[in-house]
């Protein structure tokens, strides 16, 4: 089993930036891929970006492209998100999964999810 618990989120005015965090625990070594997924009130969850945890490539949601930046500390067991002009859409719980299996855009099937952790943007 592999934990995963984020950090970092709140409230910040648009054009702001926040990193979040998910720390990961347990059988860590089983990582392949680490993802970062959203879900604003009333939508579906959607992709945000994921990453290669050995390899480091990266993989953006259009939508976020060029604005985040996912990274990750393997000796930390740590992934992160840095969230750079932040727009009001971007108002969402924000979860990170990860996977056993090879990083890939836009795929949901993760085997472990944190908590989420609240990030609102303000107009």
């Known amino acids: 089993q592999v934990q995963l618990v984020e950090s970092g989120g709140g409230l910040v005015q648009a054009g702001g930036s926040l990193r979040l965090s998910c720390a990961a625990s347990?059988?860590?070594?089983?990582?392949?891929?680490m993802g970062w997924f959203r879900q604003a009130p009333g939508k579906e969850r959607e992709f945000v970006a994921t990453?290669?945890?050995?390899?480091?490539?990266?993989y953006y949601a259009d939508s976020v492209k060029g604005r985040f930046t996912m990274s990750r500390d393997n000796a930390k067991n740590t992934g992160y998100l840095q969230m750079n002009s932040l727009k009001p859409e971007d108002t969402a719980v924000y979860y990170c999964?990860?996977?056993?299996?090879?990083?890939?855009?836009?795929?949901?099937?993760?085997?472990?999810w944190g908590q989420g952790t609240q990030v609102t943007v303000s107009s």
């Open positions: 999964a990860a996977r056993d299996r090879p990083a890939i855009i836009g795929t949901p099937n993760y085997n472990y």
């Open positions: 347990g059988r860590t070594s089983t990582i392949n891929a």
């Open positions: 990453i290669s945890w050995s390899g480091g490539t990266t």
